[in-house]
């Protein structure tokens, strides 16, 4: 059974940083690509960033460009998530999400992403 646990989450200032980190469990993490989603209230999931599973090729969305960075550390099968220039953006929780299918190169589509973590509440006040 796979099953991701997100952590990092919490209360920020505008500007600030934050790093979420998301340990996989159940299968072989290094075959798999991972993928980082977030849902503010009333709101769609959103794909926020991702990666492949060999690392070297991560993908963002146009709202996080050059201020949230992905990255992976096989060995602990964890996947990162380092958010800089934090803004007072509505709340949202933060997901981590790996993929059904592996891949060489990152899905960013929510449809190929099949396990879900429980999800980490993030907050920037202004």
């Known amino acids: 059974q796979v099953q991701l646990v997100e952590s990092g989450g919490g209360l920020v200032q505008a500007g600030g940083s934050l790093r979420l980190s998301c340990v996989v469990s159940?299968?072989?993490?290094?075959?798999?690509?991972m993928g980082w989603f977030r849902q503010g209230p009333g709101k769609e999931r959103e794909f926020v960033a991702a990666?492949?599973?060999?690392?070297?090729?991560?993908y963002y969305g146009d709202s996080v460009k050059g201020r949230f960075t992905i990255s992976r550390d096989t060995a602990k099968n964890t996947v990162y998530l380092q958010m800089n220039s934090l803004k007072p953006e509505h709340p949202a929780v933060y997901y981590c999400?790996?993929?059904?299918?592996?891949?060489?190169?990152?899905?960013?589509?929510?449809?190929?992403?099949?396990?879900w973590g429980q999800g980490t509440q993030v907050t920037v006040s202004s």
């Open positions: 990666i492949n599973r060999s690392g070297d090729s991560p």
């Open positions: 159940g299968r072989t993490f290094s075959w798999y690509g």
């Open positions: 999400a790996a993929p059904r299918a592996s891949s060489s190169a990152p899905y960013t589509g929510i449809r190929a992403y099949g396990y």
